[in-house]
């Protein structure tokens, strides 16, 4: 079944290459095949994100969308492309992550609250937010936590230009489905990034 994969991985790499209006972005495993690949543009009313296998664009493996326009804060489904079913949910602890860690509450199928996502360093998330310039420099490292304990960690790796995180999942438990952590990851990656210190001038 075309969900095994997103079960059988301890390992995934997230890559974004910034673009002039926008940011591509590609899932791979360990060996550095590609599991999935988006394409987001920029000024977004309400987040509608397609993850698709490859970059043609022609299969959809899922999706991430925003559930209510108005919701400042932003809830977030990920819905499985195949099945249109929801695979799980995630929000955005807003106050929180506006003004100090970036932090995300995680939600099971049926909207239960069942862990979080979570900025592992204050000092860090304050130089990226109000730092010009020096901030977008400084790498993240998030931890994902399932019923009080951490389960992954996610670390981003320096590059001047575009990211890239990588996600150790060998203690996610297999029932939980690895695509809800990919998906806020893809989700800090399009809204965070507007919201960090200054960014450097990029290449057109």
Same mark, same amino acid.
């Given at each position: 079944?075309? $969900?095994?994969?997103? %079960?059988?991985?301890?390992? #995934?790499?997230?890559?974004?290459?910034?673009?002039?209006?926008?940011?591509?972005?590609?899932?791979?495993?360990?060996?550095?095949?590609?599991? *999935?690949?988006?394409?987001?543009?920029? @000024?977004?009313?309400?987040?509608? /994100?397609?993850? #698709?296998?490859?970059?043609?664009?022609?299969?959809? @493996?899922? %999706?991430?969308?925003?559930?209510?326009? $108005? !919701?400042?804060? *932003?809830?977030?489904?990920?819905?499985?492309?195949? $099945?249109?079913?929801?695979?799980?949910?995630?929000?955005?602890?807003?106050?929180?992550?506006?003004?100090?860690? !970036?932090?995300?509450? /995680?939600?099971?199928?049926?909207?239960?609250?069942?862990?979080?996502?979570?900025?592992?360093?204050?000092?860090?998330?304050?130089?990226?937010?109000?730092?010009? #310039?020096?901030?977008? &420099?400084?790498?993240?490292?998030?931890? @994902?936590?399932?019923?009080?304990?951490?389960?992954?960690?996610?670390?981003?790796?320096?590059?001047?230009?575009?990211?890239?995180?990588?996600?150790?999942?060998?203690?996610?438990? &297999?029932?939980? !489905?690895?695509?809800?952590?990919?998906?806020?990851?893809?989700?800090?990656? $399009?809204?965070?990034?507007?919201?960090?210190?200054?960014?450097?001038? @990029?290449?057109?």
């Amino acid at each position: 079944m075309i $969900t095994d994969m997103w %079960h059988q991985e301890d390992f #995934y790499r997230i890559r974004k290459k910034v673009l002039t209006i926008g940011s591509k972005y590609w899932i791979e495993d360990s060996a550095g095949n590609v599991m *999935g690949f988006c394409k987001q543009k920029l @000024l977004r009313l309400k987040e509608d /994100i397609r993850i #698709y296998s490859d970059e043609s664009m022609s299969k959809e @493996l899922f %999706h991430i969308k925003q559930q209510q326009m $108005t !919701d400042i804060w *932003g809830n977030f489904a990920v819905i499985d492309a195949y $099945t249109n079913a929801n695979l799980g949910y995630f929000q955005r602890k807003g106050l929180k992550s506006s003004f100090a860690k !970036d932090e995300w509450e /995680i939600y099971d199928e049926a909207q239960q609250p069942i862990g979080r996502m979570y900025e592992s360093s204050l000092g860090r998330a304050l130089a990226r937010k109000y730092i010009p #310039y020096v901030g977008v &420099l400084i790498p993240e490292k998030v931890i @994902l936590e399932l019923d009080g304990r951490p389960v992954a960690e996610i670390h981003q790796r320096f590059k001047i230009v575009g990211d890239i995180w990588e996600i150790d999942c060998q203690n996610i438990p &297999l029932d939980f !489905d690895r695509r809800v952590p990919l998906s806020c990851i893809l989700l800090m990656g $399009t809204i965070e990034r507007r919201h960090k210190g200054t960014p450097l001038p @990029l290449p057109g």
